[in-house]
């Protein structure tokens, strides 16, 4: 009895820290996700993962700042037990709503349209033609050894 009992107590304690180490060692990643772009910041590196082929490749890009940039619109904060978070973009981009940019697209135009910026048309006026004559340049001699004086 005094065997099983000890036993029991061990094999109890055993299952608790096994338990216990495996939460320990999974570790939890916290991303930023911004829909309208498409566009993941990894909180713990510092680093924003973006994809500018329709989420075909993904590139990163440091930054030290801690500045949220406003452009990139609302955020969603993701938590993930991998770092490759961009393995799940198609479901965060049909959860959240997100746009797809693919800049690299025969027809970004129409396809990123609306995330484009208003921009300002520079006109320009064309100054009314003149009628002038050309000017009449002298011959290839006179221009190479100019004119002769007669004295």
């Known amino acids: 009895m005094k065997q099983s009992a000890i ?9 608790l820290m096994a338990s216990s180490c495996n939460s320990v060692l999974q570790k939890d990643y ?3 996700y911004y829909p309208e772009k498409n566009i993941y910041y990894d909180v713990g590196n510092k680093e924003y993962i973006y994809s500018l082929d329709g989420g075909q490749t993904w590139d990163s ?5 801690g500045k949220e940039p406003a452009t990139l619109g609302n955020k969603q904060v993701l938590h993930s037990e991998s770092h490759a978070i961009w393995l799940n973009n198609a479901q965060h981009v049909q959860q959240y709503n997100g746009h797809i940019i693919n800049v690299l697209a025969s027809d970004t135009a129409v396809l990123n349209q609306g ?3 208003e921009r ?18 002298p011959g290839f001699f006179k221009r190479l050894f100019g004119k002769k004086n007669k004295d």
């Open 115 to 117: 995330l484009a910026a």
């Open 61 to 65: 890009l440091f930054v030290a700042s």
């Open 7 to 15: 036993l029991f107590c061990f094999s109890t304690a055993f299952i």
């Open 120 to 137: 300002k048309v520079k006109r320009t006026v064309n100054p009314a033609p003149q009628n002038k004559e050309p000017e009449k340049k």
């Open 30 to 32: 916290e991303f930023h």
